[in-house]
């Protein structure tokens, strides 16, 4: 029991609350404990989602499956991340994409009524779950006004300069793997790497591995309006 409650700690829900006051707050509620291997549906798309599922261990994925048999990966979860906060108080409370454990995972699962039960008994568990949601529609939004973007250059431009201004700086950071950020964009993963090389030939930018140099920022975001 120690050891969920330490894992739980670092939850973006429970942020700001002690073990103690974790431990006293889920001892009056109902939760369920699962563990999956390797390769397992945790649910599957139209499955109906009646509860947040907290990732203790491992990593979960979310992955659009097509009717080909290809995928596309939507995001990848780890310990202190929550998923089906988005659906379970909606009307349609349906997972809209296929979760699946990337890794041997555990998760604790906490019922509807027994997350309003957490968010009346403490106004700090309230305001996480308000917040997880705010950030959930931001990161919408971004991936919407990235779709409106017609050409994959003008993706990857309008990527670089929405990183940049959230990390106040133009080196930017990567925060995930290329093919989580093509996959975010709605872009094949090789098309990435080809744009970021037409980028740096133009001498918009350097990148290394895991990090973006912005070596013009003002033709940079000339280009994304050409």
């Not at 409650?5 to 006293?24: C, M, P, W, Y």
């Not at 093509?182 to 930018?205: H, Q, T």
């Amino acid at each position: 029991m120690e050891d969920v409650l330490n894992k739980l700690k670092g939850n973006e829900f429970f942020q700001d609350l002690s073990v103690e006051e974790i431990r006293d707050l889920i001892s009056n509620i109902g939760y369920n404990l699962r563990s999956y291997k390797k390769g397992e549906i945790i649910a599957n798309e139209e499955d109906e989602c009646n509860s947040l599922g907290f990732v203790l261990e491992g990593i979960v994925e979310i992955q659009r499956i097509y009717l080909s048999g290809k995928q596309i990966i939507l995001k990848r979860l780890s310990n202190g991340d929550v998923f089906g906060e988005a659906l379970v108080f909606s009307k349609k409370s349906k997972y809209p994409s296929t979760v699946i454990a990337f890794s041997d995972c555990n998760i604790l699962y906490i019922s509807r009524a027994d997350i309003l039960k957490l968010c009346t008994s403490d106004e700090r568990v309230l305001g996480n779950f308000m917040s997880s949601l705010s950030n959930k529609i931001f990161m919408l939004n971004s991936k919407i006004k990235s779709i409106a973007f017609k050409s994959i250059k003008h993706k990857v431009i309008n990527y670089i300069l929405e990183q940049a201004k959230s990390q106040k700086s133009e080196i930017v950071k990567l925060k995930e793997n290329k093919e989580e950020i093509a996959s975010s964009l709605g872009i094949p993963r090789p098309s990435l790497s080809r744009e970021l090389m037409n980028l740096r030939d133009l001498n918009y930018i350097e990148f290394d591995r895991n990090i973006i140099k912005i070596l013009n920022i003002e033709e940079l975001e000339a280009e994304l309006f050409d």
